[in-house]
Nanobody, 123 residues
Framework: QVQLVETGGRLVQAGESLRLSCDASGNIASISAMGWYRQTPGKQRDSVAI???????YIDDSVKGRFTISRDNSKNAVYLQMNSLKPEDTAVYYC?????????????????WGQGTQVTVSA
């Protein structure tokens, strides 16, 4: 079983910074891509930033220049540094990871999701 736990979400004022963390635990053989997504009520979950195992990143245009994604492979962790926050960044932020585990001596791959952490940016 694999668990992803996000931390760091809270209420901040516009212009402030936050750092979200996501720790993956369980019987993990390897993790390829890790990413951050966000969702507001009534809307679909959108990608914010993705980082692959080699370190290449994808940053959505809406946060480019303000958000940075990084990962620590030794800790199975991914981080989202959010600077110059705006009210429109308010959302529940989820992390995910493309993980591989060993099950019955076979390697099984799937995408795991965290439970989400609320980020609220006041004007």
């Amino acid at each position: 079983q694999v668990q992803l736990v996000e931390t760091g979400g809270r209420l901040v004022q516009a212009g402030e910074s936050l750092r979200l963390s996501c720790d993956a635990s369980g019987n993990i053989a390897s993790i390829s891509a890790m990413g951050w997504y966000r969702q507001t009520p009534g809307k679909q979950r959108d990608s914010v930033a993705i980082i692959v195992e080699g370190g290449n990143t994808y940053i959505d245009d809406s946060v480019k220049g303000r958000f940075t994604i990084s990962r620590d492979n030794s800790k199975n962790a991914v981080y989202l540094q959010m600077n110059s926050l705006k009210p429109e960044d308010t959302a529940v932020y989820y992390c995910n990871a493309d993980v591989s585990i060993f099950r019955d001596s076979r390697k099984v791959s799937f995408t795991a999701w965290g439970q989400g952490t609320q980020v609220t940016v006041s004007a």
